[in-house]
């Protein structure tokens, strides 16, 4: 099985970005199941219900999400609509929405999909490691083939959530800082990872936001209404390849390919 990961989609130049470049990319590589991060795909913060519509509407299979996937005070109502859209497993008891999902392909192959958030220079939520133990045991016991999106600003938070949880998931694709990192790897135990997978969205900008803004807020340190950019994007993915079997990787590709 093959899987692409599309890093965060910031705003509308990720979206087109994305609707543009998949149906190629899909083709190319021979992709069977498709994962977005989409917690800023509405104007650079958060995400709505018309664009968790739209997005699916491009040919992904399930939407991650992360910290900002509340920045749309009316979404907290609407986000246990679609069980395709997953914010954070370990945020407490009570939040609405979903965690994780197991999906069902076509041709009857279950993959599961796990969002984990981290807690360094993040929210104080439950430890990802645990929380992601109990879950991780739990899907297991339905398919072998499970992707975990592990958003997080620390590096070595990130890392260590891979070594950890090594041998017992198919992949952990690091998201949230929109920078790809270079570290792309098979672990030991079979585990795909990678730090970050980078951002699908304006490339002339700084993380997705207008430049100028952003160096504004640097030199100033006042406050400055944040924008996304405009301009050509970039696409950041990663493809893994998994024996549907016994749920291990066998190889991992880092993209990235510029629109238009």
Request: some cysteine; glycine content about 10%; proline content about 3%.
């Amino acid at each position: 099985m093959k899987v692409l990961f599309i890093g965060d989609i910031v705003g509308k130049v990720g979206r087109m970005t994305t609707k543009a470049l998949l149906p190629a990319v899909v083709d190319r590589y021979k992709i069977d199941f498709v994962i977005a991060n989409g917690e800023n795909a509405a104007g650079g913060f958060g995400i709505t219900d018309k664009l968790v519509s739209e997005i699916l509407g491009y040919g992904i299979h399930v939407i991650t999400t992360g910290n900002h996937v509340w920045d749309k005070k009316e979404f907290i109502a609407q986000i246990s609509k679609e069980d395709r859209l997953l914010r954070p497993f370990n945020y407490p008891p009570g939040v609405p929405g979903y965690g994780s999902i197991i999906y069902t392909l076509s041709h009857g192959e279950k993959v599961a999909v796990l969002n984990m958030s981290g807690r360094v220079f993040m929210s104080n939520i439950d430890c990802p490691f645990r929380t992601a133990k109990a879950e991780v045991e739990r899907l297991s016991n339905t398919t072998k083939t499970i992707i975990v999106d592990f958003h997080g600003e620390a590096t070595s938070e990130k890392i260590a959530f891979g070594y950890f949880i090594d041998g017992k998931v198919s992949a952990v694709i690091g998201t949230h800082t929109h920078v790809q990192t270079a570290d792309e790897k098979i672990l030991a135990g079979g585990t795909a990872y990678i730090t970050d997978v980078g951002m699908t969205g304006p490339e002339n900008s700084v993380i997705g936001i207008d430049k100028e803004q952003v160096i504004d807020r640097f030199l100033t340190n006042l406050p400055v209404r944040f924008e996304t950019a405009k301009g050509e994007g970039i696409f950041s993915a990663a493809v893994v390849d998994i024996n549907e079997k016994t749920g291990k990787a066998t190889a991992i590709q880092r993209l990235q390919l510029k629109y238009p």
